[in-house]
C-alpha cells in the first residue's frame, strides 16, 4: 500500500483502473479540442462561445449573471468576459446590469444569438456523434453518465446539480 502524504494507505490502481485513467485522460483532452476544431471549421465559433450560447438559450430569460455562465461553462469569470465580449462585437449577446442588486452584470442572449445557435447546432451534433456517441453504442448510457456525473462532482469546479 502506498501513503499519500501523511493520510491512509492507498491502494494502487490495477491494470484496469490505470488503463481507464489513461484513456479518459487523454479524452478528457481530445474531445473538446476535436469539438472545438470542427465547430471553428464549420461555423467559425469556438466550442466556448457555442457552450456559452447554449447554456444563456436555456436560462429563463435567456438571461444568466456573468459569474453563473462562466461556472456554467467551467470557465474562469475573465474568461467568460472575453467570450460575452466577442459575442458581444456580433451582437450575439448584450450585457445588462443585474436587476437584483443592480451590482453585477448579466449576460443575454439576442434573437441574432439564437439564430447563430441554431445554425450552428447541426455542425456541433455531428461531431459530437462522430467523436463520442458513434463510440458509445455497446455501453450502459445512463451508467456511464451517471458514474461520469458522480466523479465530475467531486471536483472543485463542478456544480452537482448542474449538467454539463
Known amino acids: ?12 490502481l490495477s ?30 465559433m469556438s466550442l466556448s462561445e457555442y457552450r456559452a450560447l447554449m ?3 436555456e436560462a429563463p430569460g435567456r438571461s444568466l449573471r456573468m459569474s453563473d455562465l ?6 474562469s469569470l475573465s474568461g467568460m468576459s472575453r467570450i460575452v465580449s466577442r459575442l458581444e462585437a456580433q451582437g ?11 451590482r453585477g452584470l448579466n449576460a443575454v442572449l439576442t434573437d441574432a444569438g439564437l439564430g447563430r445557435l441554431r445554425r450552428a447546432w447541426p455542425t456541433h451534433l455531428a461531431s459530437v456523434r462522430r467523436h463520442m456517441m ?8 445512463p451508467a456511464v453518465t451517471a458514474a ?6 467531486d471536483t ?6 448542474q449538467e454539463v
Open 92 to 102: 450575439l449577446v448584450e450585457r445588462e446590469r443585474a436587476s437584483s442588486d443592480g
Open 55 to 57: 447554456y444563456l438559450s
Open 134 to 141: 458513434d463510440h458509445l453504442s455497446e455501453l450502459d448510457l
Open 1 to 12: 500500500m502506498a501513503r499519500a502524504g501523511r493520510g491512509p494507505a492507498v491502494a494502487p
Open 15 to 44: 491494470a484496469g483502473e490505470e488503463a481507464f485513467l489513461r484513456a479518459w485522460s487523454r479524452a478528457a483532452l481530445s474531445v473538446p479540442r476535436a469539438l472545438d476544431a470542427d465547430l471553428l471549421a464549420g461555423q467559425g
Open 148 to 153: 461520469v456525473r458522480r466523479f465530475a462532482s
Open 70 to 75: 462562466a461556472s456554467a461553462c467551467t470557465l
Open 156 to 161: 472543485p469546479c463542478a456544480d452537482p446539480q
